[in-house]
C-alpha cells in the first residue's frame, strides 16, 4: 500500500452526508445480500409490532368456543390453543412483548453501558478502577439468576423487565467501549481538543463518543437476539409480563406445554416466532459488525 | 538465566493469583452486602410469606420476626448471617424449616454435572467445527457451518429441552428413563437421564464457542510461525493441531468463562423443564414461593462458583500462552 493518504474533505452539507448515507446503505446491501434481507425481516417484524393490533384478525383473547386446539386451517393460520384462542393473533400481539422488551432492555443496557465505558475508558485511574469492580460485581451473578432475583424483589413490570435484562447486557458495552475508547484517546484531535482547554465533558461527549459509535451500534444489534431470548426464558418461567389479553411467546410455550405432544402447531409456532426473530436480528447484527467494525468479529 | 527466568515467572505467577484472589474475595463480599440488603428491602410482608395466610395479626407477626431475628438491626443481622455462613450456616427456610446448605448441598452435584456434560458436549462439537470452518474458509464447508451455529444461537434452551422430551417418545416411543439417579449409584442410567438436558443446555454455548474459534483460529493461522511451520514441510494437520490450536485458545476460553454463567442461569429453566432435583430447580420454586433464605443462599453460592471460575481461567491464560506476564 503506497498510495497517498486524500486529504480529508471540509465540512460535509447535510446534502452530502445524506447522499453518503444512501450510498453506505446501498454498499452495504450489494455486499452482505444476506444481511441485508436480514435486516429487512428485522424491519417487518417491527411493523408487525407496531401494527399487531390492527393486523391480527381476532382479539388475542377473544374465545372461539367450538375451536380447542384445532390445527392450522384457512380461519386460524396457525390455529387455536387448548384455550380456544386464535393462535396467528397471540402470535402477531405477542410480538409487542418480544420485541418491546427486547429493543427497551439494549437501550438501557447500551445506555448504561456507554455511559460506565466511556467514563472508565477516558478518566482511567481510580474511575476507572472503581467501574471495573462494579462490572465483576455484575459478572459474578449468573445472568439469568440476576434477572429473576431481580424480577422477585420488584416485581414484573415492562420497565423492571426491562432493566433486569438491560443490567445483563450492560458490562459487555461497557468492556467493549472502554476498549474503543482507548483506541482513540491518544490520537491527536483529543490531544487538540484538551489543548484547546474544553471541559472533559465536551471532549468525552463531543470528540471521543462520536468516534466510538461504530462498536456501540454493533454490539447493539448483537445484543437485541439475547435480550429476545432472555425474555422469553423469563415469561416461559412465568416471570414476564404476558396477561390473557398481551400475551408473549415465551408464556404461550409454558401455557400449551401439558398439550405440545397431541397439538404439534402450540408447540412449533410460538418456538419458531422466537428462533426466527433471534436469526434475524443475529444475521443483520453479524454483518453490521463485519461492516462497520471488523475488529469485533466473533464478540 | 532460564531457570532465574523462570523463578521471577514464578513468583510474579504467585503475586499475581494472591491479588486475583484477594480481589475475588472482596467483589464476593460486596456481593454478599448487595444480596442481603436486597432481601430486606422485598415489598411484601415476611409473616404473609411464613404463614401463607393473607392476614396476620400484630402480635404473631411479631413473634414470627422475632423468632427470624428480624427486629434486630440490619448490620447486627448481617454479621450474624455472615458469620454463620463461614460456619456452613445460611440459616433456615422460611417455609419448609430446613437448613439452607444442606438442602443446597445435596444439590451441587446434579448441576455441576449438567454444566460439565454440557460444556463437554459444546467443546467437542465446537473445536472441530470452528476449525474446519477456519481452514476452509470462505468455502461452501464454512459457510454451511457458519449458518448452522448461527441457527442454534436463535433456539431458545427451554423450546429445544421440551422438543426433546416429547417428539422422540412420540415418534420412536423413546424416553429416557424418568426422574434422576446418582451418578456413583448408576453410572450408566445417570447419562441416559441427564445427556439431553445437557444438549438443550450446550447447544447455544457449543455455537458461540464455534464461532470464536473460527475467528481465533484465522488470526493465528495467519501468523509467520504457522507460515514456517508450513513451509518447513509439516502436513496441515500438525500445523493445526500442534502449532495453531493452543494458540488460538485465549479467546475462546475467554468466552467460555464469560457464556458459563449463562449456562448456570440455563439449568434453572431445564432442571424444571426435566424435573432434575438441582440447584436451578430450587433457585425458581425458592423464587416462586419467595423462601428468601434460600435465594440468598443460592445466589451466593452461584456467584462464589462464577468468581472461582473466572480466576481459574484468568491463571489458566498462562498454561496456554507462556508470554503472557503476571506484572
Known amino acids: ?299 | 538465566m532460564a531457570a532465574a527466568g523462570g523463578r521471577v515467572q514464578g513468583r510474579a505467577v504467585t503475586q499475581y493469583i494472591i491479588k486475583r484472589l484477594l480481589l475475588a474475595v472482596l467483589v464476593l463480599w460486596i456481593v454478599s452486602v448487595i444480596v442481603f440488603s436486597a432481601v430486606r428491602v422485598i415489598p411484601g410482608d415476611v409473616c404473609k410469606i411464613v404463614t401463607a395466610a393473607p392476614d396476620v395479626d400484630a402480635r404473631q407477626c411479631a413473634s414470627i420476626k422475632h423468632g427470624l431475628g428480624l427486629d434486630k438491626p440490619v448490620v447486627t443481622q448481617y454479621l450474624g448471617y455472615m458469620g454463620g455462613v463461614l460456619h456452613g450456616d445460611f440459616g433456615t427456610a422460611l417455609i419448609s424449616k430446613r437448613k439452607v446448605w444442606p438442602e443446597i448441598r445435596t444439590r451441587i452435584p446434579l448441576t455441576i454435572e449438567l454444566a460439565v456434560l454440557a460444556t463437554v458436549f459444546a467443546m467437542v462439537l465446537a473445536l472441530p467445527i470452528g476449525i474446519i470452518s477456519a481452514m476452509r474458509r470462505d468455502g461452501p464447508a464454512d459457510y454451511g457451518l457458519r449458518l448452522l451455529t448461527i441457527g442454534w444461537l436463535s433456539i431458545p434452551g427451554f423450546w429445544l429441552g421440551t422438543m426433546l422430551i416429547i417428539y422422540p417418545a412420540k415418534w420412536w416411543g423413546y424416553s429416557p428413563p424418568p426422574g434422576y439417579t446418582d451418578i456413583w449409584h448408576d453410572p450408566a442410567k445417570n447419562l441416559q437421564q441427564l445427556y439431553l438436558p445437557a444438549i438443550a443446555l450446550g447447544l447455544a454455548l457449543c455455537a458461540s464457542l464455534a464461532r470464536i474459534t473460527r475467528s481465533s483460529m484465522l488470526e493465528v493461522l495467519r501468523q509467520d510461525y504457522v507460515r514456517t511451520a508450513r513451509a518447513k514441510g509439516l502436513v496441515g494437520r500438525v500445523v493445526v493441531t500442534r502449532h495453531a490450536l493452543k494458540n488460538a485458545m485465549i479467546p475462546v476460553i475467554t468466552l467460555f468463562a464469560v457464556q458459563f454463567g449463562f449456562l448456570l442461569g440455563g439449568t434453572v429453566v431445564l432442571e424444571s423443564i426435566f424435573s432434575l432435583p438441582g440447584l436451578g430447580q430450587l433457585t425458581l420454586a425458592s423464587v416462586l414461593i419467595k423462601d428468601y433464605p434460600v435465594v440468598q443462599g443460592l445466589v451466593l453460592f452461584f456467584a462464589t462458583v462464577l468468581i472461582l471460575i473466572n480466576l481459574l481461567v484468568d491463571i489458566s491464560y498462562a498454561w496456554f500462552d507462556p508470554r503472557i506476564r503476571y506484572a
Open chain 1, 1 to 299: 500500500m503506497t498510495t497517498t493518504a486524500l486529504p480529508q474533505p471540509m465540512a460535509p452539507s447535510a446534502l452530502t452526508e445524506r447522499r453518503t448515507i444512501w450510498r453506505g446503505l446501498w454498499r452495504f446491501c450489494a455486499r452482505r445480500p444476506v444481511g441485508a434481507v436480514a435486516g429487512l425481516v428485522c424491519i417487518l417484524l417491527i411493523l408487525v409490532a407496531i401494527f399487531a393490533h390492527q393486523l391480527a384478525p381476532y382479539p388475542p383473547d377473544a374465545l372461539f368456543p367450538k375451536f380447542k386446539l384445532k390445527p392450522p386451517s384457512g380461519a386460524h393460520l396457525f390455529g387455536t390453543d387448548n384455550l380456544f384462542r386464535d393462535m396467528f393473533s397471540r402470535i402477531l400481539v405477542g410480538s409487542q412483548i418480544s420485541l418491546g422488551v427486547g429493543f427497551a432492555s439494549v437501550f438501557v443496557g447500551t445506555l448504561l453501558g456507554t455511559f460506565f465505558g466511556l467514563i472508565s475508558g477516558y478518566a482511567r485511574g481510580w474511575a476507572d478502577l472503581l467501574i471495573n469492580r462494579l462490572i465483576d460485581i455484575v459478572m459474578a451473578f449468573p445472568p439469568l439468576i440476576l434477572a429473576i432475583f431481580f424480577i422477585s424483589i420488584f416485581r414484573a413490570t415492562f420497565f423492571t423487565v426491562s432493566l433486569a435484562i438491560g443490567i445483563i447486557i450492560a458490562p459487555v458495552t461497557a468492556r467493549i467501549v472502554r476498549g474503543a475508547v482507548l483506541g482513540v484517546i491518544n490520537l491527536q484531535y483529543i490531544e487538540a481538543a484538551q489543548a484547546l482547554g474544553s471541559s472533559h465533558t465536551r471532549i468525552m461527549f463531543r470528540h471521543v463518543l462520536p468516534n466510538v459509535t461504530a462498536p456501540i451500534i454493533v454490539i447493539a444489534s448483537i445484543q437485541i437476539g439475547n435480550a429476545i431470548l432472555a425474555e422469553a426464558a423469563l415469561s416461559f418461567l412465568s416471570l414476564g409480563i404476558a396477561t390473557d389479553a398481551h400475551p408473549s411467546w415465551g408464556k404461550m410455550l409454558q401455557d400449551s406445554r401439558s398439550v405440545w405432544e397431541q397439538a404439534w402447531w402450540t408447540a412449533v409456532i410460538p418456538g419458531a416466532a422466537i428462533s426466527v426473530a433471534v436469526l434475524a436480528f443475529n444475521m443483520f447484527g453479524d454483518a453490521l459488525r463485519d461492516a462497520l467494525d471488523p475488529r469485533l468479529r466473533g464478540s
